[in-house]
């Protein structure tokens, strides 16, 4: 079965360095999104995109945090200036039409 | 009140046993409901799609109930390979929206 792979699958950062995570959503996705997870909470959302566009996006997806699918098949997320708080597992998921969502394995982000 | 709303266990259960999980949302207008299953430190992974007519997937029944805002999920004979945190997730509208996640239900499988 295809999956949605997501690299690295953990990054360590320095607190106001900048970080890209990556993702490759199955071929037939039309929906992208990206969710995070703090250690011991619920997944959280942060954006979704479609059409080469953000559709959604949370509180939590500040101006610190971009998007973009340049190539039509990596979906980055982008932190410009991590945060302590930033520190979390990422993970990007996909969908077809009226799909349900399925979750890439995730990058785990520390912030030193 | 909280959008998702899980017992976060842990229900500790010997292996053969069924054990039911439950499931508030608050979304009336809520459209998709799912569970999924989350490893310690991996992603969720879906275990089924709940419908309003309720399914079954092998070991596994789920059943929504619209008009009290409540989603369930039974596991019958469990296996060892059940234990996880089980997770349900609800989905306002439409494909491009994000989905809800409850804190999850925590299932501990002893021998």
């Known amino acids: 079965e295809p999956e949605v792979t997501q690299t690295p699958s953990h990054q360590v950062t320095q607190m106001g360095q900048e970080v890209i995570l990556r993702c490759v959503p199955i071929?037939?996705?039309?929906?992208f999104y990206w969710y995070r997870q703090i250690l011991g909470q619920k997944v959280e959302f942060l954006v979704s995109f479609y059409n080469n566009e953000i559709s959604e996006k949370s509180e939590i997806f500040d101006d610190q945090f971009s998007v973009e699918r340049p190539d039509g098949s990596n979906f980055t997320l982008k932190i410009r200036s991590t945060k302590l708080e930033d520190s979390a597992m990422y993970f990007c998921?996909?969908?077809?039409?009226?799909?349900?969502?399925?979750f890439g394995d995730g990058t785990r982000l520390s912030i030193l | 009140r909280k959008e998702v709303e899980q017992d976060p266990g842990p229900f500790n259960v010997p292996e053969g046993a069924t054990v039911a999980f439950n499931c508030t949302y608050s979304n009336s207008a809520s459209q998709s409901f799912f569970w999924y299953r989350q490893d310690c430190r991996k992603e969720p992974k879906l275990l089924m799609s709940?419908?309003?007519s309720g399914n079954e997937d092998g070991r596994f029944t789920a059943q929504l109930n619209r008009a009290s805002q409540y989603i369930s999920l039974l596991i019958r004979d469990s296996k060892l390979s059940d234990s996880a945190t089980y997770l349900c997730v609800v989905g306002p509208y439409s494909s491009a929206s994000k989905i809800i996640f409850g804190s999850g239900t925590r299932l501990s499988i002893r021998p």
């Open positions: 071929s037939n996705h039309l929906y």
């Open positions: 998921a996909g969908a077809g039409n009226n799909q349900p969502q399925h």
């Open positions: 709940v419908y309003s």
